[in-house]
């Protein structure tokens, strides 16, 4: 069981500050950047369909420690993955690998854009779980562009940024790519979860206030062979059922656009596995606009009650869940202390989160723990995280004082 802290975050920065000092030299001029995993609670799989979203980040975090050079080279270091590249910056076109293909992809695009003009010298690092999945992702992309923007001075606007940002994952992972983990992971806001309406692209805060609560992460440790394209399969028989549905409703945009009461009526005029998808969506949009009402209201039963349904509806309708996750996800729900529970979407393991009263923590880890082995003769890999801020820049001259013994 891994319960991170601040001792975490102190290590992750100590550690990435070292590696700086050892390659490139002191910190004179550098900025330090520390971005947290994103989660989304709900809304997953509705991206693609202008949804609404529910969401927080977690104290799992991605460190950048870059610096400006005064000529054109490029040095990238991965201390998570043990890799570095280096090149100049006209030979960009012709840089590639895969350890890097996020970052190159962005800083090609900045270079064709005009505005990529100087080397820099860059640190990155991570402890963030892979079984976070795209939350992982966005990490370490908001983190690196917002490094590289700082540095080198680049005059483009936040909202240009994450455009970016989200066109290098279009081109590396295609449409499963979810902006709302981009907004979130650069705008979450501490003690509160935060909204997007992506048809709108209007983002909110909502402050949770029913005391402490920890966002427990449950790994089975089982690995989803071509998650992507499952995720894309979801993406196509949604356009699918889109297309089928401009047959009865002239000019609809998306998914975005469909009521359940029109759905359930002309249930009959779609294929059966079509209709599933196409009524996950729509009825997570509603469970995600329930959810935002019921925690503002401080009903956080029926704030979690919308969680666990949402997993259920991934499950029975959507077809992304498994025997394992649909038993922890059974079992955490008789649990006194637990708010709600489901799947993480998009993950490359079988995994699931679950809000939990934090003074119920161990008394949850401990009765989950022994269920799950007593059934499947294994033990699941646990993780405790805490709600946090969004992307934070840890000022140099104050670096030590902050992470001082």
């Not at 609670?41 to 991605?62: A, E, M, P, R």
């Not at 649909?326 to 993950?347: A, H, P, T």
Request: a positive charge.
């Amino acid at each position: 069981m891994e319960n991170n802290g601040l001792n975490g975050e102190k290590k992750l920065i100590i550690t990435s500050k070292k590696k700086f000092e050892e390659i490139y030299g002191d910190l004179k001029n550098t900025h330090i950047f520390l971005t947290p995993a994103s989660l989304i609670l709900l809304g997953d799989h509705t991206h693609y369909n202008d949804g609404i979203l529910l969401c927080t980040t977690i104290n799992k975090f991605s460190v950048v420690i870059a610096r400006k050079r005064k000529d054109n080279k490029i040095n990238l270091t991965d201390i998570e993955k043990g890799t570095s590249i280096s090149f100049n910056l006209s030979e960009i076109d012709h840089s590639d690998d895969h350890h890097f293909r996020h970052h190159i992809c962005l800083l090609k695009l900045l270079t064709y854009d005009g505005l990529l003009k100087n080397g820099f010298d860059c640190v990155i690092n991570s402890d963030i779980p892979e079984y976070l999945g795209l939350g992982s992702l966005a990490s370490k992309e908001i983190g690196f562009s917002t490094a590289i923007k700082k540095i080198l001075n680049i005059n483009i606007d936040n909202t240009k940024l994450l455009g970016y940002v989200r066109n290098c994952e279009l081109n590396n992972i295609g449409k499963i790519s979810n902006i709302a983990h981009h907004y979130t992971t650069k705008f979450a806001s501490e003690g509160k979860f935060f909204t997007i309406d992506l048809r709108k692209m209007d983002y909110k805060y909502v402050p949770y206030t029913k005391g402490n609560i920890n966002l427990v992460i449950v790994n089975t440790k089982e690995r989803i062979p071509f998650v992507s394209d499952i995720c894309n399969e979801r993406i196509s028989e949604c356009e699918i059922g889109v297309k089928g549905l401009r047959l009865y409703i002239w000019g609809i945009k998306n998914l975005r656009d469909i009521e359940q009461n029109f759905l359930l009526r002309h249930f009959h005029m779609l294929p059966k596995k079509i209709f599933n998808r196409i009524l996950y969506n729509v009825n997570e949009r509603n469970r995600a606009e329930e959810a935002i009402k019921s925690l503002k209201k401080n009903l956080v039963e029926d704030f979690g009650n919308y969680i666990s349904q949402s997993h259920w509806s991934l499950s029975n309708e959507y077809d992304l869940s498994c025997e394992k996750c649909d038993f922890l996800v059974e079992n955490s729900s008789k649990l006194n202390g637990v708010i709600g529970s489901k799947m993480i979407s998009c993950s490359p393991y079988r995994a699931t989160f679950h809000l939990v009263q934090k003074e119920k923590t161990k008394y949850f880890i401990k009765q989950i723990c022994n269920s799950y082995k007593e059934k499947y003769k294994e033990e699941p890999e646990f993780l405790i995280t805490s709600m946090t801020t969004g992307i934070k820049e840890i000022p140099l001259k104050k670096l030590e004082m902050h992470f001082a013994n």
